[in-house]
Structures are given as structure tokens and as C-alpha cells.
């Protein structure tokens, strides 16, 4: 059987993870269509005014650049998914072109489906969102307008990442064997080297330093963004070093519990792999809820702002969600040998559980800090509507919160699936 042709038939044989694969295609091509239309779009970006032009075009940029990260995250999920059928054309004789063909075929599939329908998504959304929002701005316009600017902006960052998936496929089909070999030995480095050690104390205290400013400072948004800035620094230490530090020093606490051990130490690990998202979305978040705090007088930005906010939070919690699951694939023999060792499906669902608890809370709890004290400010300052600063706020725990509770079953299934003991 040729490769193309075996690819076509495995490509049917494993639909729903392919079809997983490709609506997240789908989700990142209707974003990136429907951002730049928007901020090519005078009605919402005010051509008569450059600087908040280019405010807005930043904004829609750090959006399509997250949500092609979504591409990248979801590609990787796939690829971790094809190891049976790389190994069937690597035990049949496969070379590396083999290999590489046979992603090549299965991707350029899934992307001519689901590009057309992810640009066809997005036409259909952006007349609704034109038709919520222009009577509030009291613009008429045509709200099927397509702009040739914001599509040309679309078509080359499609071509971009389509690119970027085609050369991260070849890349895996040619370092397979190596990574394999290597694998075991990779998942053990988790030391750091650092040149400077700083201490844990000075991360929490950069880190609580804002939430004094907030208090201390008058209600300025621009003060506001300047002591987030310094916060974000606290912030990273928090991920780096503190709370894996804390999560340690539980972990010796916790020696003979059967679950809380386990728990803490894939936490633990699971932290590390996710910083950088992690990061991200809490950096996201906290600078986004100052800009809307800087803007809350100007509708037309509040808007993009706001867009900004709900597409960023979503597309990057489903992007732990595939991160979650990608540590968690990894983790099949792990739960298997604790199966071995008398751990029942109930003992192992409670380690899942409280390991994605942990997560989750983190992520959580770190941005909610500082936003609610902006909020609270602004709000006790008359500067602001106390249901708008709940709804934003609230927005972003439900999304994190659904995608912890999706997150928990998709690893579920993954690495206890087909076992009931």
C-alpha cells in the first residue's frame, strides 16, 4: 500500500482525533479572518486617528500571533497522536521522506477542509458581531463588509502558518527515532541553570508590591499599568521558582500519602512545561484589563479591547487544555505501573483530579489579584460600571474553569481508557 494512500485510510480510521485537530484549525482561521477585519474596519479602528490605529492593530497582531500559537499547540497534539502509524511505515521500511509525507498528506487534508471553513466562519460571524455593535456605536454601514486589507492581512498569515506546520511536521518525521531514544532521559531534565539565584522572597515581594500601589496610588489607569509591569516580573519568579518550591517542600510533607504525592509531583512538573502559557495568558489578561480601564470612555476601543480580552482568554486556555493533554500522553505507562501497584481507577481519577485542581487555581487566582483591585478602584471611584468589572471578571474564571473540567476528562480517557479496575 502506498504511503498517501495509507494516510488517507488512517486519516478515516482515527476521525474524532483528527476532527479534533481540525476544528481547532477551523477556531484559528475564523479568529485571524475576523481580527483583521475588524481592525481594518474604520467603523471600529478610527482611521482619522493613527494612534489608536496602531493600538488596535497591535492588539489584533498579539491576538492572530496567539491564535496561530493554537495551531501550533493543537499540531503537536496530533503528531503526538500518529506514533502507531509512524511506526508501522518505519517497521515497513519508511524513510524519513516516508514519514514526512505520510504527516504531509494527512495535514494538507485536514487544512484544505478546514481553512475554507474556518474563512467561511468567520464571514458568517463578523455581520453578527456588526450588527451588535453599530447601532450601540450609531454607525450604518453594510455589515457584510469584507475589507481587502484585513483579508490580504489573513491570507499571508494563513500562508505563514501553514508553512510553519509544514516545516514543524518534517522536522518531527526526522528526529522520530532520536526523540524516542531520548525521551526518557529528556522528561528527567527539569534543573535549570541560572546564573544568578535569586531568592523566593524577592519574586513574592515583586510580586505583592502592586497590590500595595493599587491601594496607595490615586486611580490613574496609566499608574495602574506601570505597577502591573513590575508585577508581571513577581509573577514569573511565582511560576519559576516559587510555587515550585512550595510544592516541594509539600511534597516532603505528604511522603506516605498515596494520592497527594503523586499529585504534587506531576503538578510539580506540569507548572514547569506550562509557564510559559501560563505567563501569557495571566500577562494577557492583567494588561488588557488595564487597557479597558484607560479606555472605558472610548467605545470604539473598549470594543477591541474587549474582543481582544474574550478570544486571548479562550484561545489560550484551550491551549492548555492541549498542553495538558500532550504531558498527560506521556504519562500513560506512569498510571499504568500505579495500576500495578494496587491503585484502583478511583485512586488514580483523585490524583488527576487535585493535579489539575492545583493548575487551574494557580491560574486563577495569580491575575485575579491584581484585576480585582483595579476593578475594585475604579469602581468605589465612580470611574467605572460595577456589572461591566463582575462580567469581565467572571468571564475569565468560567473559561478557565471549563477548561480545567475539560482538561480532567479528556486526561481521564486519555491514560485510563480501557482499564475498569
Same mark, same amino acid.
Given at each position: 500500500?502506498g *504511503?498517501?494512500?495509507?494516510?488517507?485510510?488512517?486519516? $478515516?480510521?482515527?476521525?474524532?482525533?483528527?476532527?479534533?485537530?481540525?476544528?481547532?484549525?477551523?477556531?484559528?482561521?475564523?479568529?485571524?479572518?475576523?481580527?483583521?477585519?475588524?481592525?481594518?474596519?474604520?467603523?471600529?479602528?478610527?482611521?482619522?486617528?493613527?494612534? #489608536?490605529?496602531?493600538?488596535?492593530?497591535?492588539?489584533?497582531?498579539?491576538?492572530?500571533?496567539?491564535?496561530?500559537?493554537?495551531?501550533?499547540?493543537?499540531?503537536?497534539?496530533?503528531?503526538?497522536?500518529?506514533t $502507531?502509524?509512524?511506526?508501522?511505515?518505519?517497521?515497513?521500511?519508511? %524513510?524519513?521522506?516516508?514519514?514526512?509525507?505520510?504527516?504531509?498528506?494527512?495535514?494538507?487534508?485536514?487544512?484544505?477542509?478546514?481553512?475554507?471553513?474556518?474563512?467561511?466562519?468567520?464571514?458568517?460571524?463578523?455581520?453578527?458581531?456588526?450588527?451588535i455593535?453599530?447601532?450601540?456605536?450609531?454607525? *450604518?454601514?453594510?455589515?457584510?463588509?469584507?475589507?481587502? %486589507?484585513?483579508?490580504?492581512?489573513?491570507?499571508?498569515?494563513?500562508?505563514?502558518?501553514?508553512?510553519?506546520?509544514?516545516?514543524?511536521?518534517?522536522?518531527?518525521?526526522y528526529?522520530?527515532?532520536?526523540?524516542? @531514544?531520548?525521551?526518557?532521559?529528556?522528561?528527567?531534565?527539569?534543573?535549570?541553570?541560572?546564573?544568578?539565584?535569586?531568592?523566593?522572597?524577592?519574586?513574592?515581594?515583586?510580586? /505583592? @508590591?502592586?497590590?500595595?500601589?493599587?491601594?496607595?496610588?490615586?486611580?490613574?489607569?496609566?499608574?495602574?499599568?506601570?505597577?502591573?509591569?513590575?508585577?508581571?516580573?513577581?509573577? %514569573?519568579?511565582?511560576?519559576?521558582?516559587?510555587?515550585?518550591?512550595?510544592?516541594?517542600?509539600?511534597?516532603?510533607?505528604? /511522603?506516605?500519602?498515596?494520592?497527594?504525592?503523586?499529585?504534587?509531583?506531576?503538578?510539580?512538573?506540569?507548572? $514547569?512545561?506550562?509557564?510559559? /502559557?501560563?505567563?501569557?495568558i495571566?500577562?494577557?489578561?492583567?494588561?488588557?484589563?488595564c487597557?479597558? %480601564?484607560?479606555?472605558?470612555?472610548?467605545?470604539?476601543?473598549?470594543?477591541?479591547?474587549?474582543?481582544?480580552?474574550?478570544?486571548?482568554?479562550?484561545?489560550?486556555?484551550?491551549?492548555i487544555?492541549?498542553?495538558?493533554?500532550?504531558?498527560?500522553?506521556?504519562?500513560? #505507562?506512569?498510571?499504568?505501573?500505579?495500576k500495578?501497584?494496587?491503585?484502583?481507577?478511583?485512586? /488514580? #481519577?483523585?490524583?488527576?483530579?487535585?493535579?489539575?485542581?492545583?493548575?487551574?487555581?494557580?491560574?486563577?487566582?495569580?491575575?485575579?489579584?491584581?484585576?480585582?483591585?483595579?476593578?475594585?478602584?475604579?469602581?468605589?471611584?465612580?470611574l467605572?460600571?460595577?456589572?461591566?468589572?463582575?462580567?469581565?471578571?467572571?468571564?475569565?474564571m468560567?473559561?478557565?474553569?471549563?477548561?480545567?473540567?475539560?482538561?480532567?476528562?479528556?486526561?481521564?480517557?486519555?491514560?485510563? #481508557?480501557?482499564?475498569?479496575?
Amino acid at each position: 500500500m502506498g *504511503t498517501m494512500k495509507f494516510a488517507l485510510r488512517m486519516l $478515516k480510521a482515527d476521525f474524532q482525533k483528527n476532527l479534533f485537530y481540525g476544528g481547532s484549525l477551523v477556531f484559528s482561521t475564523a479568529v485571524v479572518f475576523v481580527f483583521f477585519n475588524m481592525t481594518a474596519n474604520p467603523n471600529y479602528s478610527g482611521m482619522t486617528d493613527m494612534s #489608536k490605529t496602531s493600538f488596535s492593530m497591535v492588539l489584533a497582531l498579539v491576538v492572530v500571533v496567539i491564535a496561530m500559537v493554537l495551531a501550533f499547540f493543537a499540531n503537536s497534539y496530533y503528531l503526538n497522536s500518529k506514533t $502507531k502509524e509512524l511506526a508501522i511505515e518505519t517497521i515497513s521500511g519508511g %524513510s524519513v521522506l516516508t514519514l514526512a509525507n505520510f504527516l504531509l498528506t494527512q495535514n494538507m487534508v485536514i487544512m484544505l477542509f478546514a481553512i475554507p471553513f474556518g474563512l467561511g466562519l468567520g464571514y458568517l460571524v463578523i455581520p453578527l458581531i456588526n450588527m451588535i455593535l453599530y447601532p450601540q456605536m450609531g454607525v *450604518t454601514a453594510p455589515v457584510w463588509q469584507v475589507y481587502g %486589507s484585513g483579508l490580504g492581512y489573513t491570507i499571508v498569515s494563513l500562508v505563514t502558518e501553514m508553512v510553519w506546520l509544514v516545516v514543524i511536521d518534517t522536522g518531527y518525521a526526522y528526529r522520530t527515532e532520536v526523540k524516542d @531514544l531520548l525521551e526518557a532521559e529528556h522528561t528527567l531534565q527539569n534543573k535549570e541553570k541560572v546564573a544568578i539565584r535569586i531568592p523566593s522572597v524577592v519574586f513574592l515581594a515583586i510580586y /505583592l @508590591l502592586p497590590v500595595v500601589l493599587f491601594l496607595v496610588l490615586e486611580v490613574n489607569s496609566d499608574l495602574y499599568l506601570a505597577s502591573a509591569f513590575i508585577g508581571l516580573f513577581g509573577i %514569573s519568579g511565582m511560576l519559576k521558582k516559587v510555587l515550585p518550591g512550595l510544592i516541594m517542600r509539600l511534597e516532603k510533607r505528604y /511522603l506516605n500519602h498515596k494520592h497527594r504525592l503523586p499529585a504534587l509531583g506531576n503538578l510539580h512538573h506540569l507548572i $514547569k512545561q506550562l509557564t510559559i /502559557l501560563m505567563m501569557t495568558i495571566i500577562f494577557a489578561v492583567t494588561l488588557l484589563v488595564c487597557f479597558m %480601564s484607560s479606555y472605558i470612555n472610548d467605545f470604539r476601543q473598549l470594543v477591541i479591547i474587549v474582543m481582544s480580552y474574550v478570544v486571548l482568554t479562550i484561545l489560550i486556555a484551550v491551549s492548555i487544555v492541549y498542553k495538558v493533554l500532550i504531558e498527560a500522553a506521556k504519562r500513560k #505507562k506512569s498510571f499504568l505501573h500505579m495500576k500495578m501497584l494496587g491503585y484502583v481507577t478511583a485512586d /488514580l #481519577k483523585q490524583i488527576i483530579a487535585e493535579e489539575l485542581i492545583g493548575l487551574f487555581s494557580i491560574i486563577i487566582i495569580l491575575p485575579m489579584i491584581y484585576v480585582g483591585l483595579i476593578f475594585a478602584r475604579f469602581c468605589m471611584a465612580g470611574l467605572m460600571d460595577g456589572r461591566f468589572a463582575i462580567g469581565i471578571s467572571a468571564f475569565y474564571m468560567g473559561v478557565i474553569l471549563l477548561s480545567g473540567v475539560l482538561s480532567y476528562f479528556l486526561y481521564v480517557h486519555l491514560v485510563l #481508557k480501557g482499564g475498569s479496575r
